[in-house]
């Protein structure tokens, strides 16, 4: 039988609802809060047939423990993210232009553990990734994501550079990181829909892979190292286009 784990905060709670209503037994929510973000979730959990709970502030902190709730918490099984299909992520209800991360041979669990994390925090719809030449989820890279790897869609695609080209073909920009581009991560624009690529350290983006990229960045180095760790990429690639996706929200 899987075991019940509380899933914190809202991206977390709405991206487990989204992904995997079954698993969800029950929502959570301060009662002090009738905003619109918390009422287009607790909506969307209503949809879903989850049963939704009133609780006080302090009782959603003792069952968060040490974890950010942002009045939401949700009681789940643990059971594993269903593989998707980019156009699962594409059609659904999105609340902002698609923000996918490609990661091309990363080969790595604790690696790609890290990348599912800093994909939750930048709130990423899906991190999709080649089959073959590459980690799945396993029991290390869900220990490593710390419950990112049931909130983020893993998406194991079987050809890399095809599932690209499906998503140019949806509108989608895909900007590699390669440190050889001459353009760099600051001037790039990630205001619409955006798929950024990393590869593996060492190797980096095979040729196909760089080769189908709308665009190619290089992260600027100020030091003496030369490489960055693929989850460390991540995490500076990600913000900054996060940076940017916040501004143009918070214009319009």
Do not use: W
Request: charged share 25%; with cysteine; hydrophobic share 45%.
């Amino acid at each position: 039988m899987s075991d019940t784990r509380i899933l914190s905060g809202f991206h977390s709670v709405l991206g487990r609802i989204r992904q995997n209503p079954e698993s969800v037994q029950e929502v959570c929510y301060d009662k002090s809060r009738s905003d619109a973000r918390m009422l287009e979730m607790l909506k969307v959990a209503e949809q879903k047939g989850i049963r939704i709970m009133q609780m006080d502030k302090e009782r959603l902190d003792g069952l968060a423990k040490n974890s950010r709730h942002q009045g939401v918490i949700a009681r789940a099984t643990d059971a594993p993210m269903p593989y998707m299909d980019i156009h699962d992520i594409l059609e659904s209800d999105l609340n902002e232009p698609a923000f996918f991360l490609i990661l091309d041979g990363v080969e790595d669990p604790h690696n790609l553990g890290a990348c599912l994390r800093v994909a939750d925090a930048m709130g990423v719809h899906a991190v999709i990734a080649p089959k073959d030449r590459a980690v799945g989820l396993n029991a290390t890279v869900r220990k490593v994501a710390c419950g990112a790897a049931e909130t983020v869609p893993f998406l194991a695609v079987t050809n890399l550079a095809r599932t690209m080209r499906e998503l140019k073909d949806a509108g989608v920009t895909i900007v590699g990181a390669v440190a050889e581009a001459e353009s760099d991560l600051f001037a790039a624009k990630f205001d619409g829909a955006i798929a950024l690529v990393l590869g593996a350290e060492g190797t980096g983006l095979r040729r196909l892979t760089a080769d189908t990229c709308d665009a190619l960045v290089s992260i600027p180095m100020f030091g003496t190292v030369e490489s960055l760790n693929v989850s460390v990429a991540s995490g500076i690639c990600l913000y900054e286009a996060r940076r940017q996706r916040n501004l143009v929200t918070v214009s319009v």
